[in-house]
């Protein structure tokens, strides 16, 4: 039965009917609501790794003190800059997040655990570029920018995230954040945005920060995680994965222009093209009628062109 049929298909009930079948629901809702709901933990030592966490920290035992999971964000910060205020919401930031003072290590079993700080207090190195000559103060920065983002972390030990702040100016900054995929991800570091912008204005003008304390921390959903995530349900998930994945996979022999180098170097780029307005709402458009979000379509539309290429 299509999703859409389901209204017309109650409407034919009697109110009898629809009052039990709409309590029965309500009731296998509450129950699943219960099941599913992420709480606190008892922070009493180390936790386990989610799923998510523990492939990156695999990846790392076998390629230690590589930079290849680094999420560097530089920002460019003009104005009048009060550098004690910077650093203090900092380190209030890493207060809140638990994620931000965690460091993994092999527990006695020789399963990864992770381990949360009481406290870390984050320096925030200050690096004054002003003295040079405006035409190099850019390229020194970026200089700096890719030697930090190319700085490995060593992940049972921290911090997984560093903080440079390059002086250009008296109203001219860089501040480079450096974390590690296994704390952070690209939604994370939109948050870490918005906060510092929330904090560091109100430090700045003497007040308390105006952001309210976390219900729940990363470890909290990797415990859940693991609670939720075993047995039968564990075991549908995986044979769900093996149909799909499994049987030959065809190799795509994608036509190069370079060779491919015996060791990876993980040296990537990126091409930057712009689309015209016209062809942009025409890609929303379709996605939106075919039920699908841009991203799908885009993706498809990528699909299309390596079938073009490898047939």
């Not at 209204?7 to 009917?17: E, F, G, H």
């Not at 103060?137 to 972390?153: D, H, I, N, W």
């Not at 204005?201 to 859940?224: F, K, N, V």
């Not at 093209?273 to 939106?288: I, M, N, Y």
């Amino acid at each position: 039965m299509a999703l859409n049929d389901i209204p017309a298909r109650m409407s034919q009930l009697s109110a009898a009917k629809r009052a039990l079948l709409e309590k029965r629901l309500q009731s296998q809702m509450a129950g699943m609501s219960e099941a599913q709901s992420i709480r606190p933990r008892e922070r009493r030592g180390p936790s386990p790794l989610s799923f998510a966490q523990q492939r990156l920290w695999f990846i790392d035992q076998l390629e230690p003190e590589s930079p290849i999971y680094n999420i560097p964000l530089p920002l460019r910060l003009t104005g009048a800059l009060k550098v004690e205020a910077l650093a203090r919401c900092l380190n209030e930031i890493v207060r809140r997040h638990e994620s931000l003072r965690t460091t993994f290590t092999l527990g006695s079993d020789l399963q990864p655990l992770q381990t949360v700080a009481p406290r870390f207090e984050l320096p925030l190195r200050v690096e004054d570029l002003s003295g040079l000559p405006a035409a190099e103060r850019e390229a020194e920065a970026l200089r700096r920018a890719t030697s930090e983002a190319q700085r490995p972390f060593d992940l049972s030990r921290g911090p997984l995230l560093r903080a440079t702040l390059l002086r250009l100016g008296t109203e001219e900054h860089v501040l480079l954040f450096t974390m590690h995929h296994i704390v952070s991800d690209g939604w994370s570091m939109g948050v870490l945005v918005r906060e510092v912008a929330a904090i560091y204005s109100a430090y700045a003008r003497g007040q308390e920060s105006p952001l309210p304390e976390l219900p729940i921390q990363y470890a909290d959903y990797a415990e859940w995680q693991r609670e939720w995530l075993q047995g039968a349900v564990l075991e549908e998930q995986l044979a769900y994965w093996k149909r799909q994945l499994g049987g030959e996979l065809p190799v795509l022999e994608l036509p190069t222009d370079h060779a491919r180098p015996p060791v990876p170097s993980f040296r990537g780029g990126f091409e930057p093209f712009a689309l015209s307005k016209e062809v942009t709402e025409g890609l929303k458009s379709l996605s939106h009628r075919t039920g699908g979000t841009l991203f799908m379509t885009l993706l498809a539309v990528y699909k299309l062109l390596l079938y073009r290429h490898t047939g």
